[in-house]
C-alpha cells in the first residue's frame, strides 16, 4: 500500500504470491520507506525538542543573524531544511584524516563543558582508542560527554570499548535502529551521521569516521581521500540540535546543552545546515541535490564514493548538462563495496552522451561527500549519491554561501580532478559480456544502494 513506485509494488507483490515466507522476512527488513518509529516521535514528541528548534529560529531573527534577502531557489532548500541560512560563521576546510583529527582532538582537549560525539563507524583500533582515551580524561576532569554510534554502522566495536567510557562517566548509546516492538526487524535505516559539537562553540561534519583507515592506514585502499569542515558561529546551534533529536530518539533524555547563538569574532560565512533522514515528510536529501543541480548556471561539480542516482536527480544532471553547464561526477577508481561500483557503470549510457563528465579518482579511495554549485555555494557533508542517502539514512550537509570558502572548495576539487581520469562510455560497453550483466544485475538492487 506503501511502496514508492508501481515496479516495486507489483515486484513485492509477485514475490509475496510465488515465495511467501521468505517475501515476508525479506519485506520486514527492506519494505518500508518510513523510520515509523522516528516519525512517530516527532509527531509526539512534547515542548522538550520542538521548542528547542523554535527558539532557535526566533532567536536568530531576533538577533539579526539570519540573510535578508533568500533568492526562491534557496528558499526552497530553507524550507527543506526547516531552518534558516545563518550568518556570521567561520569554517575551516580539512581536506584529510590528518588535518580532521589533529584539529578535532585539540578542540575536545581544550573543551570545558560538553562534548557531543556522533559517528556512523566507530573502530576499535588505534585512532579509536586515541578518542576514546581522550574523552575518558576530559570526563574525569568533569566534562559531560554524550557519546552516540550507530550499531549497524560500527558492529565490530566492541563491548570493552564501550564499557570503559560508561565506567568512566560518559553517557553511551547506540542510535537504536530497531527500538520499538515494530521495529525488531528494521536494518535498513542507519544514521549516518558524523557530528562533533564542542562546547556549542566548535562542530565538525564531513566524511570521516573514526578508523585508521582514514588516516591512510588500510592494508588495501592506502591514500583516504576525504573532506571534513569546522565549523564556529550560529549553525553550530543547529548541528547541535540535529544531534539531540538523535540522541533524544535513542535515549528518550535531552541533554542540557548551551543554546545561545553566538557570532564567530570575525566571521562572515552564511551557512544553511540541511539534515535529511527516513522520518522527513519530503525526501529531503534527494530533493537538496535536485535543487542544487537545477540552480547551477555554469557548473555543479559532485564527488562521492557511490553513484546510484534516482530518476529525479539522473533528469537535474542530464537537463543541466543539455543547457551547457559544467557537470562533473567524480568517484573512486578502487571500489570498497563492489555492488554499488558495479550499479554505477549501468549509468554511463544514460549520462556520458549528454555531456556529463564523469572522473575516477586514480590516487587511493575516494570517500568525500562534496558538491559545488557555479560562484554561490559549496557544501560538505555526510550524504552520497545514492538512494540510501536519499531515502534510508539520516544524514547532514552544510551548505556554504561564502565566495572564499566555495573557491577554497572549487581548488580542492581541481587538485582532486588532477588525480583523476575521465571516463569514456568504451569503459562500460566494451566490457565482457558478464561484466555488463553483473552490471545490470546490480542495478536491479538500486533502491537500497
Known amino acids: 500500500m506503501n511502496v514508492r513506485t508501481s515496479q516495486g509494488a507489483v515486484a513485492w507483490a509477485v514475490a509475496l504470491v510465488t515465495l511467501p515466507f521468505i517475501t515476508l522476512g525479506l519485506y520486514a527488513v527492506f519494505g518500508r520507506n518510513k523510520f515509523q518509529g522516528y516519525v512517530s516521535m516527532r509527531c509526539q514528541q512534547d515542548a522538550a525538542i520542538h521548542h528547542l528548534s523554535d527558539t532557535l529560529q526566533v532567536d536568530a ?25 545563518l550568518g556570521f560563521n567561520q569554517s575551516q576546510l580539512l581536506i584529510n584524516g590528518q588535518q580532521t583529527f589533529a584539529q578535532m582532538f585539540e578542540d575536545m582537549a581544550a573543551a570545558s563543558a560538553y562534548i557531543l560525539v556522533q559517528f556512523y563507524i566507530v573502530t576499535d583500533d588505534h ?12 570526563a574525569q576532569d568533569g566534562v559531560n560527554i554524550f557519546f552516540l554510534y550507530d550499531e549497524i554502522g560500527s558492529y565490530q566495536l566492541t563491548s570493552t570499548y564501550l564499557q ?13 535502529s530497531t527500538r520499538g516492538k515494530t521495529n525488531h526487524l528494521q536494518l ?5 551521521r558524523k ?22 592506514r588500510h592494508p588495501r585502499f592506502g591514500h583516504w581521500r576525504d573532506t571534513h569542515v569546522k565549523i564556529q558561529g550560529p549553525v553550530v546551534k543547529t548541528i547541535q540540535f540535529c544531534f539531540v533529536e538523535d540522541w533524544h530518539w535513542a535515549t528518550s533524555q535531552v541533554p542540557t546543552l548551551d543554546w545561545e547563538l553566538t557570532p564567530s569574532p570575525g566571521g562572515a560565512e552564511e551557512v544553511l545546515m540541511v539534515a535529511s533522514g527516513p522520518a522527513d515528510t519530503l525526501e529531503t536529501c534527494a530533493l537538496m541535490f535536485v535543487q542544487a543541480i ?13 553513484f546510484v542516482p534516482n530518476l529525479q536527480v539522473l533528469g537535474a ?11 562533473r561526477i567524480l568517484l573512486p577508481e578502487r571500489p570498497d563495496h563492489y555492488t554499488v561500483h558495479l ?12 555531456g556529463i563528465k564523469l572522473y575516477r579518482y586514480t590516487a587511493g579511495f575516494l570517500h568525500q561527500k562534496v558538491f559545488l554549485v557555479d560562484h554561490q555555494c559549496a557544501a560538505v557533508g555526510t550524504a552520497n549519491l545514492d538512494q540510501r542517502s536519499f531515502r534510508l539514512n539520516f544524514e547532514l550537509t552544510l551548505l556554504n554561501y561564502d565566495t572564499a570558502f566555495v573557491a577554497a572548495v572549487a581548488a580542492m576539487l581541481e587538485e582532486d580532478f588532477h588525480h583523476s581520469r575521465l571516463v569514456k562510455l568504451e569503459d562500460y560497453t566494451e566490457r565482457s559480456f558478464i561484466f555488463r550483466f553483473a552490471v545490470r544485475s546490480a542495478r536491479l538492487l538500486a533502491p537500497i544502494l
Request: avoid cysteine; hydrophobic fraction near 45%; glycine fraction near 8%.
Open 195 to 216: 557530528i562533533v559539537v564542542i562546547d556549542g562553540n566548535y562542530a565538525y561534519v564531513g566524511g570521516h569516521n573514526v578508523g585508521d583507515a582514514y588516516l591512510s
Open 164 to 176: 570503559e567510557m560508561q565506567q568512566a562517566g560518559i553517557h553511551v548509546s547506540a542510535f537504536h
Open 61 to 85: 531573527k531576533s538577533k539579526n543573524l539570519t540573510r535578508k534577502a533568500v533568492s526562491k531557489a534557496n528558499g526552497a532548500l530553507v524550507t527543506l531544511a526547516d531552518m534558516p541560512i
Open 188 to 192: 535498513n535505516f542507519r544514521n549516518h
Open 343 to 354: 550499479a554505477s557503470f549501468s549509468y554511463y549510457p544514460n549520462i556520458l552522451p549528454v
Open 294 to 306: 537545477n540552480m547551477a548556471e555554469e557548473r555543479i561539480w559532485i564527488t562521492s564514493p557511490y
Open 317 to 327: 544532471l542530464k537537463l543541466a548538462a543539455l543547457r551547457g553547464v559544467d557537470v
Open 127 to 138: 585512532l579509536g582508542r586515541q578518542l576514546k582515551d581522550l574523552l575518558i580524561r576530559k
